[in-house]
Every structure is written in C-alpha cells, then in structure tokens.
C-alpha cells in the first residue's frame, strides 16, 4: 500500500457517544521530524495519539503505522509494533512502588535480553541525558513534577523506539522546565533520528522545535503545514488560534441559549 | 407504568453486561500460563493483602471469642449446660462467624484497598503505560492481586477461628470458670472435620472469590476521577457485603439445611 508518512490517519472517524470527535480525518506524520498536533481543547489532540497507539480503535477508517493497519494486528504483533514506539504520557505515568532507576529499567527488563551491567550502564546513560543520574534512587513522589517528566522521558526512549508520542509535555511546567524539555525533545530526536509526534497547545514552545504542524479543529484538519507557514496563515481559524484571538470562528462558548433567555427576572 | 418497565429493564440490561464484562476481565486475568517470574508479584501482593490484614482479624477474633464466650456462659448455665460452652463456640465460629466477619473485614481492609490502588493506577496513566510497554495490565496488576485474595482469606478465616477459640476460653475457662477439660473435650467431640471446619472454609473460598473479583472489577473499570474512584471504593464495600450475607445464607442452606 502507497503511503507518504510512517504514520498515515485515513478517513478516520471516532465517536464519544452522539459527539463527533472524527469524520474523515486524514493527515500523515513524516519519518524523522518533529510534528505538533494542535488545536483548542477538546478538539481530540489526545484521542488522536491513542488511535496511533492503538489503545483506541477507530470507529471508522485506518491507522497506518509503520504501513500496517493498527486495527487488523493481534495482540502480540500490537506488542511487537509497540516495542517499536516510546510514549511520554502527560503525567508521566511512571510506576510509583518503582525507584526512577526501575522505571527506566522496566521496559528493559521486559523485552530485552540484557545483563545486568549493559542494563545499569544504558539506565544510566538514559539519565544521563536528562541529566538525572543522580537521582537514580529516588522514588517517584519524591521527584518535582519536572524532574517526573524527564524521567519518563528517560523511560520513554529506553528502548531506543523509530517514534515517540508526546502527551502534552509542556503542560504545567515551570519556564526553566519547558526549554529543558524542549531541548531534550529536539535533541532526542536529532540524535536518535526518531519520529517525534507532539501533541500540545503550547503554541509558541511546540512552534519553536516542530518541523510540522497538524492543526485540528471541529473533527477534522484545519491546517497541516510548518509553523512559520501557520504564522503566516490568512485562514482565519488558524489565524485566530495561532495568536490567541478570544473571538473568531472558533467559539469560546459552550453552545447555549442566548444569554438574556438564561437569564431570570429579565424581560425579554 | 410502561416507562418504569422500561426504565428496569434497561437496568437490568446495564448490570447484566456489567456482570459480563467482569467475568470476561476475570477470565481474561487468571486463565493465563503461570510464570516463575510472576512469583514475586504474588508474595509482594500475599503481604498487602494478607499478612497486612493480619492484625485487625486477630482483635476482632480475640474479641469475638470473648464475646461468644460470656453470652454461651450466661444462656447454658441457666440450664446448667455451662460445660458445652466451648462447643457453642466451636461450631459458631468455624460455621458461621469466622468466614462472614473475616470475609466483611477483608472487604473493608483490602478490598477496598485493592480498588483504591487501581482506580489510582488507571487515573495516573500507569495502566495504559504498561499497555503501551506491550504488557497486559490484566496479567500484571489483576491476576495476582486475585490470587493473593483467594489465598490468604481461608487462611485468615482459619486463623480467625483459632484466635476466637482462644478468646472463648478466655473468657469462659480462665475467668468464670468453666473446667478446661469440658471446654475442650466437648468441642472436639461436637466438632466435626467434613461438616463443619471443611464447609467454613468453603465458605471462605467463595467470599475471596467474590470480595477479589468485585474489587477489582470495579478499580478496574472505574471513572478515573477522584469522585469515579471514591465511589467505586465505596461500591466495592456494598457490593462485596451485601455478596457475602446473601451468598452465606444460600451455602448455610446447602451445607447444613438437609437437617431441618
């Protein structure tokens, strides 16, 4: 089958009950770039990257990974494909009855056939270069909620994987944090040509490393193009998320009644 | 008139799936080729469950035992039947209080321990974590918690009704005098193996089934939210209670109803 990404969305469409998250959303993540999905909240950033992980299926259409459709794979070739791809979840998701040694070693000890000093010096050397080696012996509550997310990046890229999905890696993080992450993102990337999917509504952190950006919005794709293009955009749903308009085609309400019929004791 | 037909019958449906659903977790957990490595997850989960749980059986059954012992006191010596005080306890006990109270407060000790860890372990990405690591969180975090539940209830029960056997002579034999001989000679000879220790820890097999099985079923299965884990917390407790009183009395019927 033709495609032009390692990871190719087709037609795809997801529902949450009545509402619409997907219909027909195509877009393509190129091999060895950084690509940043984005879009207001609620528009299914997240949902999107548990579709490429195949922790969700798509009610309609395919996710191709590596070229294969991620819904017509067994449980153990999704395993074997997941072996192959690192995931940063926004929490960090590291196992708390873990020290940050354990955790960077738990996905080694499970697939990896290693000795025990290739496995402590490529732990260490994980660290390393989110520069927390020394703090290899601490336990996850002991860590800032930085210093969790560098070690779950840690983990994430243990095992060396060809893609790494990012859940909003700059949410909630100091100033100091995020350019430490985003150096850490763009280094990762360069250094261990990964393919570095983004998803974020960070627009000025996420614009500053990614190669391409997939702007969603109302269930489908807005815009897909590099981020200085964006900037430069005329479209005014890109225009208005891209510079934080409050007003614009993209609603800031909920949808409601008009508010003077909400409202009590007014005349109408 | 029609709409409240509806409304129970849609009900009924939700629950009904909701059974089956937890039955498919639960085979999909336990029905799995046993490891050497899954060995340490197993005792590390034998100590959380069981031997954690160890104390607060050990009063209960020390005071339950006390209890079982003055009220037996009281009501057999006005008959002058004082000496089947140990007897009274005996059966009590290992029948029926043992497996029910022990089972009521491993639902409240672990199980809703059990609930609590998941739902947190869901709410915090660690279950789609090791998902993603290619690890099923069924075999890792369910199927030993699982079995460690149904092991260290019978043993607990068992303990519980030693603990409470004691409590019984405390209070019958050491302090209002009951001959010690009485005590024990009268149980060992009313007591029996098949009928009355054997069928408690039956009893005891089927409420660690139940109280595991819900508890995890709803840690699993909760709203990752601070509100969906309180609540499956507290359904956990409900639930496995009320399970355990409605199925104690359909055993009781089983095992000793032939004799009504």
């Known amino acids: 089958m033709a495609t032009n990404g390692i990871i190719n969305i087709r037609n795809v469409s997801f529902y949450r009950g009545d509402r619409v998250i997907f219909e027909n959303l195509n877009c ?9 999905i984005m879009g207001p909240s609620g528009t299914g950033k997240t949902t999107l990257l548990r579709l490429i992980g195949g922790q969700l299926q798509p009610h309609k259409g395919q996710v191709l990974l590596f070229d294969q459709d991620i819904a017509r794979l067994n449980r153990k070739q999704l395993n074997h494909l997941r072996a192959r791809m690192g995931v940063l979840f926004q929490s960090g998701a590291l196992f708390t009855d873990l020290s940050v040694f354990e955790n960077v070693a738990f996905p080694l000890r499970e697939h990896m056939n290693l000795s025990a000093d290739e496995l402590y010096n490529r732990v260490l050397l994980k660290l390393e270069a989110v520069g927390l080696r020394g703090a290899r012996d601490l336990m996850p509550s002991q860590l800032s909620g930085g210093m969790a997310r560098r070690v779950a990046l840690a983990r994430a890229v243990a095992m060396e994987p060809e893609i790494i999905l990012y859940d909003e890696p700059f949410a909630g993080q100091d100033p100091i944090a995020m350019a430490v992450l985003q150096r850490l993102i763009k280094g990762l990337n360069s250094q261990m040509q990964l393919t570095s999917v983004l998803v974020s509504h ?67 | 008139m029609i709409n409240l037909i509806a409304d129970l019958g ?7 799936v909701q059974i089956g659903q937890a039955l498919l977790m639960l085979l999909q957990a336990i029905f799995v080729q046993p490891k050497a490595s899954s060995l340490p997850r197993l005792m590390q989960q034998l100590f959380v469950v069981g031997v954690q749980s160890l104390i607060i059986m050990l009063v209960s059954a020390l005071f339950i035992g006390m209890v079982l012992g003055l009220q037996g006191y009281t009501l057999l010596s006005a008959y002058g039947s004082e000496q089947a005080v ?30 609590a860890e998941i739902g947190l372990m869901k709410a915090t990405e660690q279950l789609a974590s090791l998902e993603m690591f290619g690890i099923d969180p069924l075999h890792r975090i369910v199927a030993p918690r699982f079995w ?57 097999l089927v409420f660690a089934f139940l109280i595991s099985w819900i508890a995890l079923y709803q840690g699993y299965s909760c709203v990752p939210t601070s509100q969906g884990i309180s609540a499956a917390t507290t359904r956990t407790v409900v639930y496995s209670s009320l399970a355990i009183l409605g199925f104690d009395f359909i055993l009781t019927a089983l095992m000793f109803g032939g004799a009504v």
Request: hydrophobic content about 50%; overall charge negative.
């Open chain 2, 86 to 115: 140990g007897q009274m306890v005996a059966l009590t006990l290992v029948r029926e209080l043992s497996p029910v109270v022990a089972a009521l407060l491993f639902a409240g000790r672990a199980g809703s321990a059990l609930t």
């Open chain 2, 148 to 204: 460690a539940g149904m092991i260290s209830l019978p043993l607990l029960v068992a303990i519980f009704s030693l603990v409470g056997i004691y409590g019984g002579h405390l209070v019958a034999v050491d302090w209002l005098g009951v001959y010690s001989g009485s005590y024990w000679g009268n149980m060992q000879q009313a007591v029996d193996f098949n009928e009355d220790v054997l069928n408690g820890m039956i009893k005891a």
């Open chain 1, 28 to 36: 393509a993540i190129a091999a060895g770039k950084i690509t940043a």
């Open chain 1, 202 to 268: 960070d627009i000025a952190e996420a614009c500053a490393i990614a190669d391409q950006v997939i702007l969603l919005g109302e269930g489908r794709v807005l815009a897909q193009d590099s981020p200085a293009a964006l900037q430069a955009s005329a479209d005014p749903a890109v225009k208005q998320f891209i510079h934080g308009e409050a007003d614009g085609v993209i609603p800031f309400h909920f949808p409601a009644l008009p508010l003077q019929e909400e409202l009590r004791g007014q005349s109408k």
């Open chain 2, 10 to 16: 849609a009900g009924l449906l939700t629950r009904l």
